[in-house]
DNA sequence: GTCTATATAGTGATAGAC
DNA sequence: GTCTATCACTATATAGAC
């Protein structure tokens, strides 16, 4: 099993995305060297370009495969009744994005580091994803469990409302997330009830 | 009424900051130059620095003057029952916000450009705008009009839902303003009611 | 696949003339 | 108050050795 010469280690590109996610999310996009991403996995600077053609396509990358994996992750249930739909979406929403909060801080973040055509198709996904919420609104606005004016505004304060609990939660916090969870439950449901 | 040699206008200052402010909001600070900077008010680099000591003053002064704008501005009558108090905040708030996207962009997105001191005097203004709700939510829940089982969480939460509107609203959008502000406080008042 | 060396350009900030 | 010139660094990206 020979090696090329200055092989260490057979997962270099993993590693090299996991520092330019700690390290984005940190300093921002624009505040990291490719020197500063290499000196933390531990390479040269010139290593990285084995991985990456360029910094903005590090970027992309990383925003593209959270959004992927949050289309993935997300499941809904049309036969269910409107009200546990919203539940399940609320309950996965914020469980989710806790899970990952450097990427969610990139993704919403370094937008504007993106070039037109990779903005385009991450904001897409974005959509598709939002979607998903709106479609449960509008079964619920449907079928008279909700009252909502327009699903489109409502499910843009619901997404802000539950995505803004990652800009402030502490896990060695005064509430668990389980409560928290619970409560922003109760408020996203008596906001879009009779 | 004399000019020293190189004095072109007495409000050098002033366009420095407009220009400062729309360029770190449409960029990031990082990746704003003081070229940049000075290239926008028509000046040369050098020219900045009797304005700002240096590029980091810049920024904690824009973020300062907006917060301090934003708890000046912000008012209160807590002679008035809770929920005209609750539907006041959430008015000025969404205009406010509004009438200032890049101050208002600016002070959530670059807060890890300050130094720790910095950074520590905009939280405490920051805070003080969100105690002024936490206020109201406590009144509210004393006088039995709320129902809520922890106000700060409630807080967090409506300013979350409320500040996001500055991210998609477009002012040749679907609705106006006032359409969404209305839309808004009808979901605030229903999360926080019994 | 990783290294060193380098090309080319840009950075924040300052000094001193006017 | 603004200019020009400059210092000392840092940036992204590439070439070619190993």
Redesign the interface.
Known sequence: MARTAGSHSGITGPRVRAAALKLFA??????VSMREIARDVGVQVGALYNYTADKQSLLFDLMHSHLDELLTASSDDPQSDPLSRLQHFVEFHVHFHHDRPDAVFIAY?EL??LSAENFARIEGLRRAYEDRLETILKAGVASGDFV???TK??M??V???L???N??FRPDGR?SLDD?TA??W???R????A
Do not use: E
Request: glycine share 6%; hydrophobic share 55%; net charge positive.
């Open positions: 940190r300093q921002g996009f624009a505040a973040m504007r580091n909502v004016p327009d505004i409502a843009r304060a997404i802000a409302m995505t803004g609990i800009t402030w509430l928290i409560q922003y109760q408020m996203v008596k906001a879009v009830s």
